[in-house]
């Protein structure tokens, strides 16, 4: 996951950045939350970094309010 000094668009809208980075949450106006892969958030980091943003990466275990969690959400769901 990384934080980006931008609000970038909607929460969970997806797919976003060529389907491989998203939304996961809006942290406030000048904060976004997106996650991805990580090779993909790395070329999406640099991206946002020469439009003059600056991206933070977040060290999670995972991707915690993205769409990359919904085959672990649904195993849980039917426990």
Request: hydrophobic share 35%.
């Amino acid at each position: 996951m990384q934080q980006i000094n931008r609000r970038l668009e909607e929460e969970g809208s997806q797919p976003s950045y060529r389907g491989h980075v998203v939304v996961s949450n809006l942290n406030s106006k000048g904060q976004t939350v997106v996650s991805g892969k990580k090779a993909e958030l790395e070329r999406f980091r640099k991206r946002i970094l020469t439009m003059g943003a600056r991206a933070v990466v977040i060290p999670v275990g995972a991707a915690y309010h993205s769409p990359l969690m919904k085959p672990v959400t649904e195993v849980f769901e039917n426990v």
